[in-house]
């Protein structure tokens, strides 16, 4: 499974943005997604995830209430938009993929894509 993430940019704050994570080499489907960033000088962190089979989504607190995941499958992407972004949402934000149950832990994925840089400054 190849991931590709794409969507990221300059936002000014509570602005928003669309960050898409393309397949290529399977069904995304079939996989729980999740999206992680790591913010400069820190760990890659959970920030959302859809899972396999349900479609179920799980957001980190940070992004709660102001964030959706949800499956393009025409696209075999899975997109996730971040709304009121707040210049601590200033990442570079992960795809990534697995046939198990999405996970909250990057241990829990099996394929990653690149990041794709969100810069939310004025």
């Known amino acids: 499974v190849q991931l590709q993430a794409s969507g990221g940019g300059l936002v000014q704050p509570g602005g928003s943005l669309v960050l898409s994570c393309a397949a290529s080499g399977a069904t995304l489907s079939a996989y729980s997604v999740g999206w992680f960033r790591r913010a400069p000088g820190q760990d890659r962190e959970f920030v959302a995830a859809?899972?396999?089979?349900?479609?179920?989504?799980y957001y980190h607190d940070s992004v709660m209430g102001r964030s959706t995941i949800s499956r393009d499958n025409a696209k075999n992407a899975v997109n996730l938009r971040v709304g009121s972004l707040k210049p601590e949402d200033t990442a570079l934000y992960y795809c990534?993929?697995?046939?198990?149950?999405?996970?909250?832990?990057?241990?829990?994925?099996?394929?990653w894509g690149q990041g794709t840089l969100v810069t939310v400054s004025s």
């Open positions: 990534a993929a697995t046939p198990a149950a999405p996970s909250t832990g990057v241990l829990g994925y099996d394929y």
């Open positions: 859809v899972a396999a089979s349900t479609d179920k989504t």
